[in-house]
């Protein structure tokens, strides 16, 4: 299957995970996020924003805004599905605009809404395996994004050998 499994054993580890993540992620990619409360996918949401210029403490759970957009390079759309009441609810918040747009587009709590993501997107399941350790694992759904894992691969490879 091609998917790539990253063993975050702190925060920093996360942080260069989303880094590595928002420089091989195409504009216009969506990305569902999912895993339980405290998972950590508002964190790593804020570790993708700050590799794209958007400061950490602007990134926050937008459980009852449910979409915030940040300016960045690229534009961020962060979504929340946790408290939507159906589907329908939520694609009456405009998300198909959102899914089209150039923006990187990242919900929470994605499996809640898993018919009205896009055919293509990437997915990512963070598990608890610690205090401050993380399981993350990526998923392209859709051939679009299948180039994405061999591009993270060498990203993350590259970025281990710089912290050696
Ligand atoms: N390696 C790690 N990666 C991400 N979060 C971590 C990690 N280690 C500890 N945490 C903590 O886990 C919590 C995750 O919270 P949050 O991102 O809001 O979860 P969620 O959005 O999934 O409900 C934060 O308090 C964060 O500091
Ligand atoms: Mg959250």
């Avoid at 504009?27 to 400061?55: D, E, N, S």
């Avoid at 896009?118 to 963070?126: A, D, K, T």
């Amino acid at each position: 299957m091609n998917e790539l499994v990253f063993d975050a054993h702190d925060e920093n580890a996360t942080d260069r995970f989303g880094a590595a993540l928002a420089a091989v992620l195409p504009r216009g990619t969506t990305v569902a996020l999912c895993g339980t409360l405290g998972a950590g996918k508002t964190r790593l949401v804020q570790a993708i924003a700050a590799a794209c210029g958007i400061p950490r403490e602007q990134v926050v759970s937008p459980t009852f805004v449910l979409c915030q957009q940040y300016l960045g390079q690229p534009e961020i759309n962060h979504l929340d599905a946790y408290r939507v009441r159906d589907e329908d609810e939520f694609r009456a918040l405009g998300v198909e605009e959102l899914f089209t747009s150039d923006a990187i587009t990242i919900i929470e709590w994605a499996d809640r809404v898993v018919h009205t993501l896009p055919n293509e997107y990437v997915r990512i399941e963070i598990d608890v395996t610690g205090p401050t350790s993380r399981r993350i694992t990526i998923t392209p759904i859709g051939a679009r994004y299948n180039h994405v894992i061999s591009a993270l691969e060498s990203k993350l490879s590259g970025s281990l050998t710089c912290d050696l």
